[in-house]
């Protein structure tokens, strides 16, 4: 109702959940692909702090990190460059964020279709076939 978008996130370990976050966008968005990279960056700086977490207790090769997106046009701008264009400069900052970290290799972006989403559990109302096959996706290596 008030034009805010929502984010899921889910950061696992192995087939370890480790973190899961579900909230209100704080800004209202003008497109999915911004809240998309809205989505994004927030999730790249959760990842990046458990990364530097595993680290400090001895666990060297926690980079680069693998950052699912189901969002073409949001990848698109992370890869590519296009959040330089005129009608996305008001995410500029968010997006220079991201594509640091990809440039940077200590994130991995993704492509992972729609259906096989795992953060969509905590975004939208799923019918119960679909949230079975989510969760099942979430404990098993496929």
């Not at 899961?20 to 968005?29: E, F, I, M, Y």
């Amino acid at each position: 109702m008030d034009g805010k978008g929502q984010l899921g996130m889910i950061i696992m370990l192995g087939l370890a959940v480790i973190f899961c976050r579900s909230c209100k966008l704080k800004a209202v968005t003008l497109s999915s692909t911004e809240s998309e990279v809205y989505g994004l960056s927030d999730s790249v700086g959760y990842a990046l702090w458990f990364a530097r977490l595993l680290s400090d207790f001895g666990y060297s090769d926690a980079c680069p990190i693998e950052t699912w997106q189901d969002n073409q046009s949001a990848m698109h701008m992370q890869t590519n460059g296009g959040g330089r264009f005129s009608r996305s400069k008001h995410i500029f900052i968010r997006d220079c964020f991201v594509k640091e970290h990809i440039e940077n290799g200590d994130i991995v972006l993704k492509y992972v279709p729609t259906e096989d989403m795992l953060a969509d559990m905590l975004t939208k109302p799923l019918d119960k076939a679909a949230f079975t096959r989510l969760v099942k996706r979430m404990f098993t290596d496929a």
